[in-house]
């Protein structure tokens, strides 16, 4: 699946969404709501960022989602795989994780959810890529 395509997904939980507007987890997420994006912020210590309500962790979200975005540190990716695992599963809607610029995952991560059918991008800014496909 090519960028393109990944990006016509429009709902998009955010591990790590900041309140602080002067961090990439809040910049990033505020780009992709104004482009038309439902950004869905996971923050166990927020109640809500960017004027959305916040959930603790990807299993709490009640709706569906297409990709989950990730701003949080390489060694917690294993942990949040699991809870993409988790939701694709048991309601089949994880479609994409993306890593931010600076994050990848183990080679084993990658394979585990590859085999389930979702597709891995790493180490690449959302919004970026996304100025870049279609003209910020």
């Keep these: 699946m090519d960028l393109k ?3 016509k997904y429009k709902k998009i939980a955010v591990v790590g969404a900041s309140r602080d507007p002067s961090k990439w987890a ?3 997420p505020r780009y992709l709501k104004e482009k038309g994006y439902r950004v869905v912020p996971v923050n166990p210590t927020a109640s809500e960022v960017l004027g959305e309500r916040a959930y603790p962790t990807l299993l709490d979200i009640p709706e569906d989602i297409d990709i989950v975005q990730v701003f949080r540190p390489t060694e917690e990716v294993p942990r949040i ?3 993409v695992l988790a939701r694709k599963r048991t309601r089949g809607d994880v479609k994409v994780l993306w890593l931010q ?3 990848t995952a183990p080679e084993e991560v990658k394979r585990r959810l590859e085999r389930e059918g979702i597709v891995v991008v790493e180490n690449m800014c959302m ?3 996304h100025m870049r496909l279609f003209g910020g």
């Design 5 to 7: 395509e990944i990006l």
């Design 26 to 28: 809040h910049i990033v």
């Design 81 to 83: 795989a699991e809870e």
């Design 101 to 103: 610029l600076g994050i």
């Design 127 to 129: 919004m970026e890529t």
